[in-house]
């Protein structure tokens, strides 16, 4: 079954504590990218990726890290939590090549993420 | 700039109502794609639909329906014969361009439809 997986579904941690999320993809996808939801703000891109070893940041990359060694995974690294990165993440991969960027995004089941 | 508008934050249907959820776009591009998802309570990103620009023509998939009207920048989404599984959060998205062209969706705020049984 073609799909996007992350892990942990759910994750309790303390400021501080580095941590990471894993995310892995079995479409041979070229395109990666991180996105955050929270509350009144939406959906928004925190880092991408358009293939092994290019990675490039979103609208809201502070306190996050990236890394793509591999076409299927794209693992995102909080290397000092604070509680105001508490949210649900997504995982996301896509056919997309280059611009224009019109193929469907295809979301893992999202991660979230609680920092006391 | 672009922007998407779903203007309406929630709706609450009874069962085997049909039910529209609205969507309101900004583009400078001639050429775009439009996107609809649907975030049930379990939390997940569900792909539902992809729509070009050049295609005016209402896409039907069973019971789920979309009305594309380039003339007012809208990309309807109609559901028929509601169903308590539609319960969800539905989204209307559009590809970002030009500078900020990082592959991103553009999201709207979403729309929480309530189907009551």
């Known amino acids: 079954e073609a799909q996007v997986t992350q892990n942990p579904r759910y994750l309790i941690t303390v400021t501080g504590k580095k941590l990471t999320v894993t995310c892995s993809q079995n479409m041979n996808h070229e395109y990666m990218s991180w996105y955050r939801q929270d509350p009144g703000l939406g959906l928004r891109q925190i880092y991408y990726?358009?293939?092994?070893?290019?990675?490039d940041k979103g609208d809201v990359p502070e306190g996050y890290k990236v890394s793509r060694k591999e076409k299927r995974n794209f693992p995102l690294i909080l290397e000092s939590p604070s509680p105001n990165q508490t949210s649900l993440y997504f995982c996301a991969s896509s056919y997309h090549r280059g611009p224009p960027y019109n193929s469907p995004l295809h979301f893992g089941n999202g991660t979230r993420l609680t920092v006391t | 700039a672009q922007k998407v508008t779903q203007a309406q934050t929630e709706i609450s249907v009874v069962e085997k109502e049909d039910v529209t959820l609205d969507c309101v776009y900004e583009?400078?591009?001639?050429?775009?794609?439009l996107f609809w998802y649907k975030q049930p309570p379990s939390g997940e990103l569900v792909f539902l639909i992809r729509?070009?620009?050049?295609?005016?023509q209402n896409e039907i998939s069973g019971r789920y329906s979309w009305n594309f009207q380039k003339s007012t920048s809208s990309f309807n989404f109609t559901i028929t014969a509601s169903q308590v599984v539609d319960s969800a959060v539905y989204f209307c998205a559009l590809p970002s361009v030009g500078s900020s062209n990082t592959g991103k969706l553009i999201f709207g705020q979403g729309t929480t439809l309530q189907v009551k049984p």
């Open positions: 729509r070009n620009s050049f295609d005016e």
């Open positions: 583009t400078r591009d001639t050429t775009y794609y």
């Open positions: 990726s358009m293939n092994v070893e290019v990675t």
